[in-house]
């Protein structure tokens, strides 16, 4: 015999349900509006002509759109050569940061001994630290490697930054890997490095390709170092050529500027979208194997 009340639970549960899943994606749909509002304004702005970017009444759809904008940007900043060098330093320090980062994240994830704890505890620690707190030491050390104003250098600066989120990333993606593989693959004969290549790389794929994303995007949007380590202007980066259309008074050219900043998102936006269904679609893959 049930008790009064409990055969209305579900149909409470059902009717409750409705409303609140309403609510979340109300909310969900108010946070993309959030982000997105940026975004849309800067395409926008790109559009309008300086009649309209000097209007006290804006508007969402430029009535009178144009691309001069983007040809005042391309005319008065060499864009195209700040691209390639932030192409270079970031793609560069991408790499270098997952293939290091790999096996030392393998190790850390396998070997759980005091020296591994104190190494998270290292990568967690050094997250905290600002900017302006390190950039006088790597000056430094980099001015007495006389890497400074250079992009190898800048890149060894990219890669020191973002390995330590890399590790942190990786060894999770490490410790999801069954350990019961490794052990198959050892009593078949294979090497430690054999393994770590044959087997437990190939499960990391997703793993990887999202670590690789992360350094991808941190070098690319980055702005600080390269505005100190690089004072020639061929060499500088995207970010930091972007800051030459701002006056000496602190007045900024809208249009160019929001034309070169458009511009300056694609690379990132693009790379993500087309990444993105190779990290699910490696998921999903990893999901039904095991």
């Given at each position: 015999m049930t008790r009064p009340g409990r055969a209305n639970r579900p149909r409470r549960a059902r009717r409750t349900g409705g409303p609140a899943r309403a609510g979340q994606y109300l909310a969900l749909l108010a946070y993309l509006v959030f982000l997105a509002f940026p975004f849309l304004w800067l395409i926008s702005t790109s559009f309008k002509p300086a009649t309209e970017l000097g209007s006290l009444h804006p508007t969402w759809i430029p009535k009178d759109p144009t691309l001069a904008n983007y040809r005042q940007a391309f005319d008065e900043q060499p864009l195209l050569q700040a691209a390639g060098n932030s192409l270079v330093a970031a793609l560069s320090a991408a790499v270098v940061a997952v293939v290091?980062?790999?096996?030392?994240?393998?190790?850390?994830?396998?070997?759980?001994?005091?020296?591994?704890?104190?190494?998270?505890?290292?990568?967690?620690?050094?997250?905290?630290?600002?900017?302006?707190?390190?950039?006088?030491?790597?000056?430094?050390?980099?001015?007495?490697?006389?890497?400074?104003?250079?992009?190898?250098?800048?890149?060894?600066?990219?890669?020191?930054?973002?390995?330590?989120?890399?590790?942190?990333?990786?060894?999770?993606?490490?410790?999801?890997?069954?350990?019961?593989?490794?052990?198959?693959?050892?009593?078949?004969?294979?090497?430690?490095?054999?393994?770590?290549?044959?087997?437990?790389?190939?499960?990391?794929?997703?793993?990887?390709?999202?670590?690789?994303?992360?350094?991808?995007?941190?070098?690319?949007?980055?702005?600080?170092?390269?505005?100190?380590?690089?004072?020639?202007?061929?060499?500088q980066t995207l970010p930091v050529v972007l800051t030459h259309f701002l006056g000496a008074e602190g007045t900024a050219d809208l249009g160019p500027l929001a034309a070169a900043a458009f511009l300056a998102t694609l690379p990132s936006l693009v790379l993500f979208a087309i990444i993105q269904k190779r990290i699910t679609g490696g998921m999903l893959a990893g999901a039904v194997k095991g």
């Open positions: 290091v980062a790999t096996p030392m994240a393998y190790v850390m994830a396998r070997h759980r001994t005091l020296l591994a704890r104190a190494a998270t505890g290292w990568v967690v620690v050094s997250q905290a630290f600002p900017f302006v707190l390190v950039i006088i030491p790597l000056f430094l050390v980099l001015k007495n490697l006389h890497l400074i104003n250079s992009l190898p250098g800048l890149i060894m600066v990219y890669v020191v930054w973002a390995l330590p989120f890399a590790l942190w990333m990786l060894v999770g993606y490490v410790r999801a890997v069954p350990a019961e593989l490794e052990e198959a693959a050892a009593v078949d004969g294979a090497s430690r490095l054999r393994t770590l290549v044959s087997v437990t790389v190939p499960l990391l794929a997703p793993g990887i390709v999202a670590t690789a994303l992360f350094a991808f995007i941190t070098a690319w949007n980055e702005f600080f170092f390269a505005l100190v380590l690089l004072k020639t202007p061929e060499k």
